[in-house]
T-cell receptor
Framework: NAGVTQTPKFRILKIGQSMTLQCAQDMNHNYMYWYRQDPGMGLKLIYY???????DKGEVPNGYNVSRSTTEDFPLRLELAAPSQTSVYFC???????????????FGPGTRLTVL | GENVEQHPSTLSVQEGDSAVIKCTYS??????FPWYKQELGKRPQLIIDIRSNVGEKKDQRIAVTLNKTAKHFSLHITETQPEDSAVYFC???????????FGAGTRLTVKP
């Protein structure tokens, strides 16, 4: 199992450019998430998905879009990059044990994005 | 929605001492409380978790306690070692929510 994989590892964008951050998992998890982590700060939820075809906004969705066409993939799209989007982006996947169990999350290695 | 507060934001201890990090949550429906360790430049990794049907869980030098009435949970690390130095995050989720909310993190430094 590769677990959760993310590409690219690093990227520098110019203001106004667009890009897609890729995330894939091979654990057959239904739940997938995108977080951003600013330097020295905690994790802020951008978007999440509970299954293919279903996505929901998190705490900080503005400036981002997602899609979930398969169980395995959950790409994050930045349309008009801004300096405020400079951050490390983590993708995570999880499963729920039973109907009331907790959501144990497994994180990818992250994508470090700089917008200049 | 759920709000998780974490204290302290930084903690410095001498090697061999104990470290305690505390978190409070707001949603009484929360029933799952994981703790993650994040080393510099790495991804967060689960180190221990606790569910609301137990009050304490231990794994070697790490323990987590939960007080549902007061809505707080704590991470205890005993006999700290320099390799315990990292940022620790608490989190909470509930059975009727599909997301997880994280605390702001505690930077633990263990001085040799």
């Amino acid at each position: 199992n590769a677990g959760v994989t993310q590409t690219p590892k690093f990227r520098i964008l110019k203001i106004g450019q667009s890009m897609t951050l890729q995330c894939a998992q091979d654990m057959n998890h239904n739940y997938m998430y995108w977080y951003r982590q600013d330097p020295g700060m905690g994790l802020k939820l951008i978007y999440y998905s509970v299954g293919a075809g279903i996505t929901d906004k998190g705490e900080v969705p503005n400036g981002y879009n997602v899609s979930r066409s398969t169980t395995e993939d959950f790409p994050l799209r930045l349309e008009l990059a801004a300096p405020s989007q400079t951050s490390v982006y983590f993708c995570a996947s999880s499963y729920r044990t039973g109907t009331t169990g907790g959501l144990t999350q497994y994180f990818g290695p992250g994508t470090r994005l700089t917008v200049l | 929605g759920e709000n998780v507060e974490q204290h302290p934001s930084t903690l410095s201890v001498q090697e061999g001492d104990s470290a305690v990090i505390k978190c409070t949550y707001s949603d009484s429906a929360s029933n799952y409380f994981p703790w993650y360790k994040q080393e510099l430049g790495k991804r967060p990794q689960l180190i221990i978790d606790i569910r609301s049907n137990v009050g304490e869980k231990k794994d070697q030098r790490i323990a987590v306690t939960l007080n549902k009435t007061a809505k707080h949970f704590s991470l205890h690390i005993t006999e700290t070692q320099p390799e315990d130095s990292a940022v620790y995050f608490c989190a909470a989720s509930s059975y009727n929510n599909n997301d997880m909310r994280f605390g702001a993190g505690t930077r633990l430094t263990v001085k040799p």
